[in-house]
């Protein structure tokens, strides 16, 4: 619906919403979804609960294992180094679970950048070797951070 029936017929729109979610579409902005409190608390304590299960689920399983069942998902894993792929099997549950209880799935979603990002290096062998190596020279001293 549109903002604009939003503002005319609020009681309608609250009708709705008891029914399932509405999408609230504004000329100004991206739109908004509204929800009624109780499916959206039910919704989180549903998500708390899948990212425990998926966590001891992965704990349990080797871990050559655990990180096959997320290679369908993040085909890039195949690349990691077999001693990466469970750190991050490791890291992409805890992440999984944090942004479940916080209800901020970005920490998710970083943990996953990263990580990709970790494979394509270690796509490129050149790459990967040119970062793996020790730096020869010192670069001098580091300034202080400043404010600002």
Not at 16 to 35: C, E, M, Q
Not at 115 to 140: F, Y
């Amino acid at each position: 619906m549109q903002w604009s029936e939003l503002q005319r017929d609020p009681k309608s729109v609250a009708a709705l919403a008891d029914s399932g979610d509405v999408r609230v579409r504004r000329r100004d902005g991206a739109a908004l979804l509204l929800t009624r409190e109780d499916r959206a608390s039910s919704a989180a304590e549903g998500a708390v609960s899948a990212a425990r299960a998926l966590r001891n689920v992965l704990a349990h399983l080797p871990a050559d294992i655990a990180a096959k069942a997320l290679l369908d998902e993040f085909p890039w894993v195949d690349v990691l180094p077999e001693e990466e792929r469970a750190q991050f099997v490791s890291d992409f549950a805890r992440a999984f679970q944090a942004s479940a209880e916080l209800g901020q799935w970005s920490v998710l979603e970083q943990t996953v950048r990263e990580w990709r990002s970790t494979a394509a290096i270690h796509a490129d062998p050149k790459l990967a070797r040119r970062l793996s190596e020790p730096l020869g020279d010192d670069l001098g001293p580091v300034a202080p951070p400043v404010d600002g």
